[in-house]
């Protein structure tokens, strides 16, 4: 080439590159162009108009979302690097051309109904832009911008697939939280009559949950109103629902369902217009369980107030915690002003520094009772018996003491007396049981002296005087014989205690065999036949023991029937005493006469019949009861008769 070709070559470029700044100026005069994008091989710069704009246009071009501007046409005036990283295109080529070739054709007719409204007015909406293959869903944000008396608009891109992939994963979360959640969940929509007052429900949407809780299946109540679902349900329930739809305002209550017969807790919004949706709990069990403790409570109040006692509960900190009606009656306060309040405050400063350290020590977990004249502030003085016993929590610690405080002034009142009784008995009987003694000891020598007299005098005038004299004597020499026999029988009778022995170990067995030994020749006189079992050790005074033995053999023979009389004498072991028995075949005792047959001087024969003073069995009931034992019978006439007595094992 030529170098005139040359020149006028690069006179030809030179002209083209003024002719494109005179371009560029034109546009800039005229507002259509605020920043100049220059390009080269390793660089992109971008170069605002304004040096005021240089904060602005640095945030803008940091952002995420798509920024550009637009001519009132849909060109691109204006665009940072986000829109170009969405479209995959080179800022250079996007700078100039129409926004609308970048726009899936099916949402090209929305964008150009967007971009003349948005002229005037903010507009909003998504579209998809268009990348090779692929389509890009966004949200475009445009609002009109007026420079220099032109308008242009400014638009925001902003990427949506990030959202509806947080979206889908939300929505995922959520129902699977829907689907496996504890608690009951239902969607409603509200129905209105025609004045817009709410007369029933739709069921719209529940969980797995509501099944299990309601026993309702999803497919039986979908789309169907409360009335068919639930027809004996309350229908105050409609018009408290009616209310969180319309007001939007939610509410929190206990609901009982009369139809399905179950308590719910349930907490009800508003997430729509004319729908509310419930969150609830079955809490049936809870509910019966409130309800068996109040009857409990009740129960226990009932109980508290019919003990005839002062009954309270002591809080680790010594208030009154509970108290029942005792305490309402004995300090003439009502529970009310005594519950809360210390135990010095009701009982006064005197009677708690009495008690006081009684209450530490069940509060440390002791059990304490004790008897004590309380001093009260307000109140007489009265003889009380407090029980203290510790309440423990679950950990094992004293959480409290129950206290129980009965009013004891009438028996110790009846305890002094009965220990006044006691002494004048014990008197009573000490001066008896003297004069016993004494009588009969001192009544024995004139009766020698009349019972031998008269023996003489029978003897030695009887046939010499007559028949009546004779009759007369023999009236004499016999009571003076039985009178000497009951007067020595006395005297055996209260030696029973004043003539005592130390109480020593017995063999029972050597016992038996004395009694037999003295009773022989009464033995082989009548024909008995006497048997005995082995026979235990035992403590007791041997004379006296002896003495039981011998008189309840001598019965056994004495009141013998028409055959020989047959004894038996056993023993055997309950429990904590030996049980001693003596058996006959003899004419037996009428049931009516068991008790009164121990008593001093009660025969049930005359004594020309049998032999005897009526004292022997007394003497035996005051030996056994001295010894800490007991004696009955077991008979009846005609069959014999079997005499029990018990001597405590020692």
Same mark, same amino acid.
């Given at each position: 080439m030529t170098s005139e070709k040359r020149l006028r070559q690069e006179i030809e470029e030179l002209r083209e590159q003024v002719r494109e700044l005179t371009e560029t100026l034109d546009a800039i005069r005229s507002?259509?162009?605020?920043?100049?994008?220059?390009?080269?091989?390793? !660089?992109? *710069?971008?170069?605002?108009?304004? $040096?005021?704009?240089?904060?602005?246009? +640095?945030?803008?071009?940091?952002?995420?979302?798509? +920024?550009?501007?637009?001519?009132?046409? $849909?060109?691109? /005036?204006?665009s940072n690097d986000a829109l170009s990283g969405m479209l995959q295109v080179p800022l250079d080529k996007l700078l100039g051309t129409s926004?609308?070739?970048?726009? @899936?054709? %099916? %949402? *090209?007719?929305?964008? /150009?109904?967007?971009?003349?409204? @948005?002229?005037?007015? !903010?507009?909003?909406?998504?579209?998809? /832009?268009?990348?090779?293959? /692929?389509?890009?869903?966004? &949200?475009?944000?445009?609002?009109? &911008?007026? !420079?220099d008396g032109s308008t242009k608009i400014s638009v925001v891109i902003a990427d949506r697939r990030q959202d509806e992939q947080a979206l889908r994963e939300s929505e995922a979360k959520y129902r699977n939280l829907f689907e496996t959640m504890t608690e009951g969940f239902a969607l409603h929509e509200i129905v209105l009559d025609a004045t817009g007052k709410p007369v029933d429900y739709r069921f719209l949407d529940i969980n797995p949950a509501f099944k299990r809780l309601t026993g309702l299946d999803r497919a039986e109540i979908i789309g169907r109103l409360m009335t068919e679902v639930l027809p004996g349900n309350d229908p105050v329930w409609i018009e408290r629902y009616g209310k969180v739809a319309l007001t939007g305002k939610p509410d929190h209550f206990d609901s009982f369902s009369q139809p399905l017969n179950r308590h719910y807790d349930v907490f009800a919004f508003s997430p729509a217009e004319r729908q509310f949706a419930v969150m609830f709990t079955d809490v049936s069990e809870k509910k019966e369980a409130e309800e068996a403790l109040r009857d409990r409570e009740?129960? #226990?109040? #009932?109980?508290?107030?019919?003990?005839?006692?002062?009954? @309270?509960y002591i809080g680790p900190d010594f208030r009154y915690l509970r108290v029942n009606k005792g305490y309402e009656d004995w300090f003439r306060r009502p529970a009310g002003e005594i519950e809360g309040r210390h135990i010095s405050e009701i009982l006064g400063d005197k009677a708690w520094e009495l008690v006081k350290p009684y209450m530490e020590a069940a509060m440390a977990g002791n059990v304490i009772r004790f008897e004590r004249l309380m001093h009260y502030t307000d109140i007489e003085p009265r003889w009380v018996q407090t029980t203290c016993v510790p309440d423990y929590d679950e950990e094992g610690n004293v959480s409290g003491i129950v206290a129980h405080v009965m009013d004891i002034g009438d028996f110790k009142r009846a305890e002094e007396n009965l220990k006044n009784y006691a002494h004048d008995l014990k008197r009573s009987n000490e001066d008896l049981e003297r004069f016993a003694y004494v009588a009969s000891h001192d009544l024995r020598e004139p009766l020698r002296m009349v019972t031998s007299f008269s023996q003489l005098l029978e003897r030695n005038y009887k046939g010499r005087?007559?028949? %009546? +004299?004779?009759?007369?004597?023999?009236?004499?020499v016999d009571g003076g014989k039985r009178m000497e026999s009951l007067v020595s029988d006395l005297l055996d009778y209260s030696r029973v205690v004043s003539q005592t022995r130390p109480m020593a170990s017995i063999d029972t067995d050597a016992s038996v065999k004395t009694a037999i030994g003295n009773?022989?020749?009464?033995?082989? %006189?009548?024909? +008995?036949?006497? !048997?005995?079992?082995? &026979?235990?050790?035992?403590?007791?005074?041997?004379?006296?023991?002896?003495?039981?033995?011998?008189?309840?053999?001598?019965? @056994?023979?004495?009141?013998?029937?028409?055959?020989?009389?047959?004894?038996? #004498?056993g023993s055997a072991k309950e429990e904590d005493s030996w049980v001693f028995s003596v058996r006959d075949n003899g004419v037996g005792i009428d049931p009516e006469y068991h008790e009164k047959i121990f008593e001093l001087f009660q025969r049930l024969h005359a004594s020309r019949e049998y032999e005897g003073t009526g004292i022997g069995l007394a003497i035996c009931k005051r030996v056994i009861e001295r010894h800490g034992g007991r004696i009955w019978v077991e008979s009846e006439l005609g069959t014999g008769s079997t005499f029990y007595f018990t001597i405590p094992i020692r």
């Open positions: 507002g259509e162009v605020d920043a100049i994008v220059v390009t080269t091989d390793d !660089t992109r *710069r971008i170069y605002t108009l304004e $040096g005021t704009d240089q904060p602005y246009r +640095a945030l803008v071009e940091n952002i995420g979302e798509g +920024a550009l501007t637009l001519s009132s046409d $849909g060109v691109i /005036l204006y926004l609308i070739d970048h726009i @899936a054709p %099916d %949402d *090209r007719s929305s964008f /150009l109904e967007m971009l003349k409204e @948005a002229t005037a007015s !903010t507009q909003k909406g998504q579209v998809y /832009l268009c990348r090779e293959h /692929l389509a890009v869903p966004v &949200l475009l944000s445009m609002n009109p &911008l007026v !420079t009740r129960t #226990l109040r #009932l109980v508290m107030n019919t003990i005839p006692a002062l009954v @309270a005087l007559d028949a %009546d +004299a004779d009759e007369f004597i023999a009236y004499i009773l022989s020749s009464f033995i082989a %006189d009548s024909g +008995a036949s006497v !048997t005995v079992d082995p &026979l235990p050790v035992i403590r007791g005074d041997l004379i006296q023991i002896t003495m039981v033995f011998q008189n309840l053999l001598s019965n @056994a023979i004495k009141f013998h029937g028409k055959e020989p009389p047959v004894v038996h #004498l």
